[in-house]
């Protein structure tokens, strides 16, 4: 007998599939063994047994003798005479026998063959392997899209993830904090996200976004207090699940395989079905258990009509029958399945009762294959959906970096990047982390905080801990913040510094930041944005005094009139576009410091004579040529630093002298020959830089800048040095490197305060010891080549080496 254990390879699949069928299906598995035991028992019965058994069929004699008389001694010959019947007068004891045929063994055999053959009807012959052949296609259309290879590795690695998520830690914890609420808290965090939601029609609407505080509860700050319950390798798992059913959603929602699969093989299998029903129904009768042979072998048997008994009929009869009812119900439930396929969408899937029963409300609806296989979860145990339903909400993933972030910076490890800024402030950088940690809220002492590239920062209340706080860099990140926090900021926050890519990503709330005194906003624009930039209203920053803009703007942005009033300071950073209608310049009369760079400004803009508080003005990398306008900064009375470097001035014109408030001035990095004497007039100058030029000569009226401090001629073409310089004993800093000196004078020592003196790069032979006179001068602040330093005296040396 064949073992039905036989037979496992054509169903057989992996246990952990079992959770992708549905009772339908393993309901048609049980029914599909006892047909399959059907088939083996009635296969196993047509090899073990006598299939059929015949006896020769006894022929009447003829009744008509007349029409007969010559094939009556044949019939004699073939058929023996019938007893004599008994009488009264002859009484006859008559022996009970059975018929003679004078066949042996081997004839019978040959018979019972022929007459299987030709006179048994193929139906009750192959009934056995017919059952057998359905029963393994109904197990194969089945199980197919288990071990086709384009549907079976999206479900093994399906179900590899469900399992993980199943069992994860981390789905354990989401849900219970979710369960621990009771109504009351359900119902708090509810208000609170409806209170949320109408800020937007308070007098501060603007300043935060409502959509991004629906989306974060007001439990997304992990508690520390449960902070242990997760360690560090279950939330590096956690994580990584996380990143898995992305890549897989992805992957699987692009089409829809298995759904298709699935439904062919039940239509299939409905078809067989109906095929089995229809042939069966109607040849289960031809299974008989008498049946007439009729087979020209009378010259082999000497018998030519036979009585055959099929020994299994009766069996088979009730086997057909049976395994039409197993069929039936078969085909019933696949028609159900059908029905279960079709009445409703299977390719979208709605975790709507999992945002109601959790409160996780991002959690987004499937489609296609990740739908089909959620749908068939859900008739296995909803519980696996809900629980892998925490790996597909972006909240629960914001939990659990929050979670991982906290437990990788410390306190303690943060505490050590804590630095000195420009601002003389403790800051705190962080950069291309996950998040923000909320350790950080614990280092009270921070005053600068700078995020740099982090997505997705979100600012809880919690930021109210740190009392010293005035300074937030935000460079590249996407920021959301607590209704609570933006409080806080809008009382204390001092410095704002934004770098963004586009104008949509400047924060809406930093426009209600009424106490914030600096904003600095860094980011390149598109072309045509550049042209049409615009900023919200800045009136309600009532402190601002700095404003400084890196970027690519064509024109000053509108908004910046709101604050003129107040506004000190003022800075635009261009990358070369050009920047026109400076018009809004002229409303800015309590403007003290300007800086427009690389501006590809020609000329000096006229907006800025009228800026009669101006005492700073810089135009670096801009293509200024001629600056005849600059007599028109004698109406600028304040005005003391004047930094036109990096630019293509030729000439200095003469009415630089009326510039009398002047202290500094810069005219580096241009194309100036000739140094005219009228600029020694501004004789309040402190700090003069008139390196890399072309100029040969300084007039000795430079003599006249007794306030002179700083001097640089570095990279020019001067051949010598008027004894003039040297009446301008103030002088810390004398930079006269890169030039065609051949002779440093004497004088030199009448610099007692000269500090730093770059000589390198010239063409001396020797240095005066002179330079001993000068106390201040130590090495370090002598730049000069060490073969020439050692032609000075050794005392001199000495003096200069020793601190």
């Known amino acids: ?332 439930t696949c028609l159900y399945t059908l029905y279960w396929l079709f009445y409703r969408s299977l390719r979208e899937y709605s975790f709507e009762y999992v945002r109601q029963e959790t409160g996780i409300d991002d959690i987004p609806d499937v489609k296609n294959d990740f739908a089909f296989m959620l749908h068939m979860i859900d008739q296995y145990d909803p519980l696996y959906s809900k629980r892998f339903a925490v790996f597909l909400s972006e909240v629960s993933e914001n939990k659990l970096k929050q979670l991982n972030l906290n437990n990788e910076w410390t306190p303690d490890k943060l505490r050590q990047k804590l630095q000195t800024n420009a601002h003389n402030r403790l800051e705190l950088p962080l950069i291309m982390l996950s998040g923000l940690p909320d350790t950080v809220f614990e280092i009270t002492e921070l005053q600068s905080l700078k995020l740099e590239i982090i997505k997705n920062v979100m600012i809880p209340a919690t930021i109210a801990q740190l009392d010293n706080l005035q300074e937030l860099s935000l460079h590249q990140c996407s920021v959301k913040i607590h209704s609570a926090a933006l409080s806080f900021l809008k009382e204390n926050l001092k410095v704002l510094s934004v770098k963004f890519d586009d104008m949509r990503e400047l924060p809406p709330w930093m426009y209600g930041l009424r106490n914030l005194e600096e904003l600095y906003l860094v980011g390149s624009l598109s072309h045509d944005i550049s042209k049409n930039v615009t900023l919200e209203s800045l009136r309600d920053l009532k402190s601002l005094k700095i404003l400084s803009i890196k970027s690519n703007v064509s024109k000053i942005p509108q908004a910046v009139v709101d604050v003129s009033s107040h506004l000190q300071k003022m800075c635009i950073h261009n990358d070369g576009t050009k920047l026109v209608m400076l018009n809004n310049l002229k409303k800015m009369t309590n403007l003290t410091e300007l800086e427009l760079v690389h501006c590809d400004l020609e000329r000096i803009p006229h907006a800025v004579f009228s800026l009669l508080s101006l005492q700073e003005l810089d135009l670096k990398e801009n293509n200024l040529k001629s600056i005849e306008e600059i007599v028109s900064f004698q109406h600028l009375r304040k005005l003391t630093v004047l930094k036109l470097w990096h630019n293509s001035i030729t000439y200095i014109p003469e009415h630089i002298k009326k510039l009398t408030s002047l202290e500094r001035l810069s005219f580096s990095h241009n194309k100036i020959e000739v140094l005219p004497s009228h600029l020694f007039l501004c004789n309040k100058i402190r700090y003069l830089d008139l390196s890399y030029n072309d100029i040969r000569f300084i007039p000795p009226e430079i003599g006249v800048l007794q306030s002179l401090q700083y001097f640089s001629i570095t990279c020019n073409k001067v051949e010598s040095l008027p004894d003039e310089l040297y009446f301008c004993k103030k002088l810390k800093t004398l930079k006269i490197g890169k030039n065609s000196l051949s002779v440093l004078s004497p004088k030199i020592g009448n610099l007692l305060f000269l500090s730093y003196l770059d000589v390198k790069g010239n063409h001396f032979e020797i240095l005066p010891p002179e330079l001993g006179d000068c106390r201040a001068l130590k090495r370090a602040g002598l730049v000069v080549e060490d073969a020439l330093f050692e032609t000075l005296p050794s005392d001199v040396r000495e003096q200069m080496k020793t601190e």
Not at 70 to 84: C, D, F, G, K
Not at 209 to 226: R, Y
Not at 236 to 248: D, G, I, M, R, T
Not at 274 to 291: D, E, G, P, R, W
Request: overall charge positive.
């Open 1 to 332: 007998m064949i073992p039905v254990t036989e037979f496992r390879q054509f169903s057989e699949q992996q246990p952990a599939f079992r959770v992708l069928k549905p009772w339908w299906d393993v309901f048609t598995d049980y029914l599909s063994v006892a047909m399959l035991m059907i088939g083996v028992f009635g296969c196993t019965l047509q090899v073990m047994q006598d299939k059929i058994i015949c006896l020769p069929k006894r022929v009447q004699p003829a009744q008509n003798h007349s029409s007969l008389s010559n094939a009556s001694q044949a019939v004699a010959s073939t058929t023996p005479l019938p007893p004599p019947k008994p009488s009264p007068a002859n009484p006859i004891t008559v022996e009970m026998k059975g018929l003679k045929t004078d066949l042996d063994l081997q004839q019978y055999s040959f018979i019972n063959q022929m007459c299987y053959e030709r006179a048994l009807h193929w139906y009750a012959k192959y009934f056995p392997y017919l059952v057998l052949i359905h029963t393994l296609v109904f197990m194969l259309c089945s199980n197919f899209w288990f071990k086709f290879p384009g549907s079976s590795s999206k479900i093994e690695h399906f179900i590899s993830i469900l399992g993980k998520c199943f069992d994860s830690p981390w789905t354990t914890r989401a849900l219970s904090e979710v369960s621990g609420e009771d109504s009351e808290e359900k119902d708090n965090r509810k208000n609170n996200m409806n209170r949320s939601n109408t800020i937007q029609s308070g007098p501060e609407g603007s300043l935060v976004n409502s959509q991004s505080l629906k989306s974060i509860p007001e439990k997304f700050v992990v508690d520390k207090s449960t902070a242990g319950a997760l360690d560090k390798k279950e939330g590096e798992q956690a994580k990584a699940l996380f990143e898995k059913v992305k890549k897989f959603r992805l992957h699987v929602e692009e089409g829809d395989i298995l759904y298709a699969m699935y439904v062919r093989q039940t239509v299939l299998k409905v078809i067989k079905f109906l095929i089995i029903i229809a042939y069966n129904s109607a040849l289960v009768s031809k299974v008989q258990f008498t049946v007439d042979c009729n087979v020209d072998i009378q010259d082999m048997t000497g018998y030519k009509n036979f009585s055959c008994n099929h020994t299994m009929a009766h069996l088979f009869s009730k086997l057909s029958f049976c395994y039409l009812c197993f069929v039936s119900i078969y085909g019933l």
